[in-house]
């Protein structure tokens, strides 16, 4: 919760985070009528915050049509009775208030939100500017600005999701919109952006800040502190791949997404789990990397819940595979079907819990674990094959003497590169890794995850590591 409660009757602003999309939503309330700023596509969540507080839901607004996730705006109002406000120049195939630069929504006698252009994430990009009153019987003015993927923590929203043809005029966009909410907002005023929690939606490392003013940000974000040729270089030059789901995301949040079927999947047994791999489709265990690691049914690949989940699984599946869920529990297999929603994964083949005891009559499958110490060991008395899966820019940065880079989200398209023999995977801290040692043992390769910190492990366990220049 971020209290901006000085004196009575200023608003409670409480965040909603989406830690595995990396992603914050916003509920705003002066004790009776609340505002929701870009909700997740899961809104129960948003209704139970509101229920908490004893408020109603007047109004929800959209910073801009999102690339990384589904939203849950137009279910949330239809649910409510709330005003949906999106952009008057977007086109969208559902009825909306239109909103537009410099109008005013008067949610109460003391609260009210001010559209604010700032394009350069997308070219109709909107920050809202929540003002009340300091005192009672004063004059608004602004307590917060929720910037949605603007002016982010030390950093922007990235540039480039719209195509390479629109970066150069989006990043001069956004460099101009950064430096207009800072001139025309106090500095004493949060600022509350939806990305930049590792998303990556972001341009630039956010860092670990949970919390910002308008001039915090102008004493430290490149974007405010540095002139707009130099900020342009480098946040051109900084731009990485993002996960390939993006592109099924503004069509779907155009088109007005229903609120999510949460109902639970039909259950599989071991003849039709079998049957599906058989057939090529995705059977996804979810447990933790080491239990999945210790015994497995042989095909199935291992997203762990304890990690960013739904970013990485939607960056790897063919977009309309069809998909079977395995988990320890039925809450398990819940959150997983939960996670999807979020991105537009709505229907799931089937799903089983317990383990893979009863999942399969077969021999389970196995590989081995191992952490940056093992292998620099291991490279004293046999040869084998390093691979590194994390992104080029990481592996640009330091990698491992000899190691061959392939980054996850291309791993499928270039199995035919993975070197013969016995192969160690590793990536940053080891989630990555699994990821790619399930995928690599379905195919009958012999695998050895590393589960350790590259930054803090590899150089000091000995292996030789290049550093960047």
């Not at 023999?421 to 995850?449: F, I, K, Q």
């Amino acid at each position: 919760m971020i209290s901006t409660a000085t004196s009575v009757g200023l608003p409670v602003i409480i965040p909603i985070d989406t830690p595995t999309l990396g992603d914050r939503s916003y509920l705003a309330h002066d004790g009776q009528l609340a505002v929701v700023i870009d909700p997740q596509r899961d809104i129960d969540r948003v209704l139970a915050v509101a229920s908490e507080a004893g408020v109603r839901i007047a109004e929800v607004f959209e910073t801009h049509i999102h690339n990384d996730y589904v939203t849950g705006g137009l279910a949330l109002a239809e649910a409510t009775g709330a005003r949906y406000h999106v952009n008057a120049a977007d086109e969208v195939s559902y009825a909306r208030s239109p909103i537009s630069d410099g109008d005013v929504v008067d949610v109460s006698p003391t609260m009210r939100v001010r559209a604010i252009a700032t394009p350069g994430h997308t070219f109709t990009h909107l920050s809202y500017a929540l003002e009340a009153a300091p005192g009672a019987g004063g004059e608004l003015e602004p307590i917060g600005v929720f910037t949605g993927g603007s002016l982010l923590f030390g950093a922007t929203g990235r540039p480039d999701l719209l195509g390479h043809t629109h970066t150069h005029d989006l990043v001069h966009h956004q460099f101009a919109s950064a430096h207009r909410l800072a001139e025309e907002l106090p500095e004493r005023t949060h600022v509350l952006p939806t990305h930049g929690f590792g998303s990556f939606c972001s341009a630039g490392s956010t860092g670990d800040a949970i919390a910002s003013t308008i001039g915090t940000e102008k004493r430290q974000n490149p974007a405010l502190t540095q002139d707009e040729e130099q900020w342009v270089a480098d946040t051109l030059a900084g731009l990485d791949a993002y996960p390939a789901y993006y592109a099924h995301m503004a069509p779907l949040n155009s088109s007005g997404p229903s609120a999510p079927d949460l109902s639970a999947p039909e259950q599989a047994d071991k003849d039709a789990l079998a049957a599906r791999i058989t057939a090529g489709e995705w059977v996804v265990d979810l447990r933790t990397r080491t239990a999945f690691a210790a015994g497995h049914v042989t095909g199935t690949f291992n997203f762990g819940l304890d990690g960013q989940f739904a970013t990485y699984l939607g960056w790897l599946i063919p977009w309309g595979t069809p998909l079977t869920l395995l988990g320890d529990s039925p809450e398990q297999v819940a959150e997983a079907q939960r996670e999807l929603v979020r991105i537009g994964i709505d229907q799931l083949h089937g799903a089983a819990t317990g383990g893979p005891e009863e999942w399969t009559d077969r021999p389970l499958g196995t590989f081995g674990r191992a952490v940056f110490a093992d292998l620099a060991q291991v490279r004293h008395h046999r040869q084998v094959a390093v691979l590194d899966v994390r992104r080029t820019s990481e592996y640009a940065d330091g990698h491992i003497e000899g190691a061959v880079n392939i980054p996850l989200h291309e791993l499928l398209a270039r199995v035919d590169e993975i070197p013969d023999g016995e192969v160690w995977v590793h990536c940053g801290v080891g989630y990555r890794a699994s990821v790619a040692a399930s995928v690599l043992a379905a195919r009958g390769t012999s695998v050895v995850a590393v589960d350790d910190s590259f930054t803090e492990h590899a150089a000091a366990s000995g292996l030789p590591v290049v550093q960047a220049a």
